[in-house]
């Protein structure tokens, strides 16, 4: 029977994690003798400390998801995953590939800021304006990497995730 290898990817409650989930239907450990992972970020580049490529082996894994940690910064990446059959069948798609921009330290910036706004209450009126206008600026730096990923420019995505990290670490009250 043929099967299409599938992942998902899921950014974690912690910015710097992030979970990859193979969900492979049909998928049978006999019928394969190893599963690997290749991360690149978006200049087309390994990630500087994991190998490459990262094993995601059944024997290791056998809840079929991997979470990596230790990142800094929100990253747009390329995810591949690639399962090796014992028995190559010519119908199988062997990998699964997922574009992604983590936005989880942008959104992170973007909570600090409405907490300094309006419970800490440290922006005064002229430097909430400001503040109001980075906000904006942020969700807007959201979208456009979502809306880069959907259109396959990494490139672009990374761009604007830089933009918002510029935001967050410009932001004076």
Same mark, same amino acid.
């Given at each position: ?9 899921? =950014?974690?409650?912690? =910015? ?45 894994? =056998? ?111």
């Amino acid at each position: 029977m043929a099967i299409t290898a599938s992942i998902t990817v899921t =950014p974690l409650t912690d =910015p710097s994690k992030l979970k990859i989930v193979d969900d492979t239907p049909s998928e049978d450990t006999e019928t394969y003798t190893d599963r690997y992972l290749t991360i690149l970020d978006s200049a087309g580049n390994p990630l500087i400390d994991y190998p490459n490529p990262i094993n995601f082996s059944f024997d290791d894994f =056998p809840d079929n998801d991997i979470t990596l940690s230790g990142f800094t910064e929100d990253m747009a990446l390329n995810i591949k995953m690639t399962l090796v059959p014992t028995i190559i069948d010519v119908t199988s798609v062997y990998t699964a590939e997922a574009d992604v921009a983590m936005t989880r330290f942008l959104q992170r910036g973007l909570y600090d800021l409405q907490v300094s706004r309006f419970l800490d209450n440290e922006y005064p009126s002229k430097a909430n304006e400001t503040a109001q206008s980075d906000s904006i600026d942020l969700i807007i730096e959201k979208q456009n990497s979502q809306t880069s990923v959907s259109y396959g420019s990494l490139v672009g995505a990374q761009n604007a995730l830089n933009r918002a990290s510029n935001i967050i670490n410009n932001l004076q009250p």
